[in-house]
């Protein structure tokens, strides 16, 4: 056969599976938004030119004369898109990269096809009518559903769908996969075998419901879905080189912390959203709800403000709107009805925010512990333009206003908030002043009992220390007379007499007296101390002359250096103002109201994005598939769901039920469309088949989806199978090193830019800058970080000697350890196979002189089994946590 006959033969083969492959819904239709959506969409069309719907493509209603049936590769859409002439070429120069070889030829494949597309596709004339802008409405369930799936209305909603597409819904999933998938689910942790002994004697729809309710009142619960919201919300510790903040901020576990305790409280999300973005505003003095403030200390950027604002506008807009706001930083947005000035106006509401670290009792060094929480710094601060994205060249003769994109109707209205004296000047909380004073009266009680105990009462150096001690806590004391007083005297009302504002003054002319004598007193002690070490210098016995010369020229050089000090010291005494350091830092006594706004805007029952967003987030962890695929995009590029009805129904739900999430949890638990079977049995396979032919990517959840379970559940369930899981909550984030050791849940581990574990990092971790929907990878890593894993070794010979006291022959130890580890009873293949191998590796294991120790074995803490039989059984579980069905949910 010749070679052009093979050429054109091969090229028949390939065309005909490319004309099989292409798709318009996931191949022609993305191809066109990115290529040619920002210049021939809703938005805007070039040459009257429209381009993002399959009609206006062929031109059925006005004729373009893009497309040539008869010969594709000729059409004028190919020939555009092909040409290598700039001032030809589609997309243009600077508009956009240009088509590539196979996506020309996809095309092309598409046209010959007869450019097939949806007959009911969506095409809007306005953006304001995208159905994501439009306000959320109850649609009407069917009346006519069959039981059992007419009592639960996502039921209803879903079995009406698969009834229209000719789906049939398929078996529930065996109970036992069923029970392992709900604890996996609300709580993280897998069924203990109590919890599955229970539920075996009691499968009832019933039990069923009390069990949700129990696991979404188990404090757990908190902890897994905290996790995963503190992945939308872009959670993440401080970060930096070395002790060096360079991104969020220390201590911002206060905000990890308070996540997990409104989810287990059941706050509202709305409130959730207030207290996030505006805690200081609205609840200014309770330290409990600025934790919540973390959401905005989380975005710290040490070197770049403007990285900062940002990055707080675009994970605003994406965590709670589903808006891609920051398409607009450097231009009109190409897809979205978003100009820039809509994004800078939209940065201005953050503009005046600061974020500053409060003290809390018990610790005056706020490095070591404090409370991280935003507060506006700068009412008047300005808002510019940045001409083209440009930081250095904004545009100052127009200074914007704050507001938010037009596209959302939903009100918006600023009001100052006045702020109390505590939130204003923190350092007024009594704890801080008796603090302070306590430290003192220690210090002076610690010098004093030095100089009892010591030898020589007439020591220079101790006696000074005396003095300094007692001027340190005169000056404490008068400092806080003063300082409140001068505050009392600054807020005054015109009622107050000359007395008390003079009272005022003469009490900050003693504090500030009090300080000058403080500085003295401690410039003599380090003058006498300084005086002993020249002494000590002189009478050293240093042999060296030489570098006993060096040691006196340097204590001397020091000591005259002290000596100065000393005497400016002395010179400030005869000073009579009224300037002393003030107790702590005062802040602005007004907050602009603007993110509090904001958040009122964002929860408005009006604001049709918010709950639709919130909804999609919950149902994508529960489901391994989001009801709107693009979680954090709900713009003009997001077709309408195929779930329509369901995620408005679901989003309308939560805002009349006081956008309770456990409102919306429970109603996805008690579905039976959450418990349907993942995979086909013997009676069930024709339905699967089927199903599968007309649905291959389950589009429809017709059946569930297999899905991993998250890096950290992966690491919390081999302690918590073991019985080894420390539940203890909160605190501050433990050191993410200490990942092999400490059996706390993984949540409370460092989690930042560089600061992860090894082990979650190989299964999937959260990306801390951006993690909307985490990816899933089965990779070779994730088995060997599990086989090698001294934690994973650790807990595998815990759970065995656990196990084998509940099980004293090998077949009862393989039932229980498939139940403890997998959820499940082995099948007769795996049991044959288990007990085999328990056999085996007992006999390998009992004749010592045979065996040779591993080399780069993991460092363990706990030792092997002596006992052959049971050292087989560590080894048994061992296999069975790294089985696929662990780190898999059902």
Known sequence: MSRTILAVLAIVL????????????????????????????????EGGLRLDAGSLICGDESPNGLLDFDQPADSEL?????????????????????LSAQQIEMLTQWIQLGAPSPPDEEIIESPSEHWAYQTPTRPELANDIPEPWSSNPIDVLMFDQWRQSQLAPVPPADPSMALRRLHLDVTGLSPTREDQAEFAADPSTGAWRQRIDRLLDDPAYGEKWGRHWMDVWRYSDWDGYKDDLRGSQRHIWHWRDWIIESLNADKGYDTMIHEMLAGDEIAPEDRDVLRATGFLARNFHKSNRDIWLDATVEHTAKAFLGMTIACARCHDHKYDPISQREYYAFRAIFQPHKIRTDRLPGQPDTAKLGLPRAYDADLKAPTYLYVQGNEKNPDKEHPLDPSVPEIVQAPFAIEPVSLSYEASRPFLRNYIEAEDIASAEKQLTSAQKALRESDDKQNAITLQQVTVAEANLQFIRQRWAATKAKIIGVEASDSETSE???????LAVQAANSERSLLFQRSLLEVLKQRKAVAKAKESKETDEAKKKAAIDAATKKLAEVEKKLVDASVELVANDAKFTPVGKSYPSTSSGRRTALAHWITDPENPLTARVAVNHIWTRYFGQ??????????????????????????????????????????ILQSRTYQLASSATVESEGTFAKNAEMDPDNLFFWRANVRRLEAELVRDNLLAIAGTLDKSMGGPDIDFKQGETTPRRSVYFRHA?????????????????????????????????????????????????????????????????????????????????????????????????????????????????????????????????????FVTVR
């Open 14 to 45: 390939v065309g005909s599976n490319l004309r099989a492959d292409v798709d318009y819904e996931s191949d022609i239709k993305p191809l066109f938004q990115e290529k040619c959506g920002a210049c021939h969409g809703v938005l805007k069309q």
């Open 78 to 98: 190919i020939r555009r898109v092909a040409t290598s002439d700039p001032d030809e070429r589609m997309p243009p120069e600077g508009e956009g990269t240009p």
């Open 500 to 506: 008390e504002r003079t009272s005022a003054k003469d």
């Open 626 to 667: 989001p009801l709107v695929p693009s979680v954090d995009d709900f713009g003009l590029r997001a077709s309408q769901p195929v779930h329509h009805k369901l995620l408005d129904w679901l989003a309308v739900e939560l805002i009349d039920n006081d956008w309770s999430m456990k409102h919306i949890h429970r109603l």
């Open 753 to 885: 830019y560089e600061k992860q574990m090894p082990m979650l990092v190989v299964f999937d971790a959260a990306n801390p800058t951006d993690c909307y929907r985490r990816s899933e990878s089965i990779v070779p890593q994730q088995a060997l970080a599990l086989a090698n894993s001294p934690l994973a070794i650790d807990q595998s010979r815990t759970t065995a000697a656990s196990l084998s006291a509940e099980a004293s022959d090998d077949p009862s130890f393989v039932t229980e350890a498939y139940a403890a580890i997998l959820g499940r009873e082995p099948s007769d293949s795996e049991r044959s196979a288990c007990e085999s191998f328990l056999t085996h590796q007992a006999t390998l294991l009992a004749d010592s002189e045979k065996l040779s120790p591993s080399p780069g074995a993991a460092k363990t803490t706990v030792p092997p089994a002596t006992d052959a039989n049971l050292r087989a059984r560590e080894n048994l579980v061992h296999v069975l946590f790294n089985h696929n069905d």
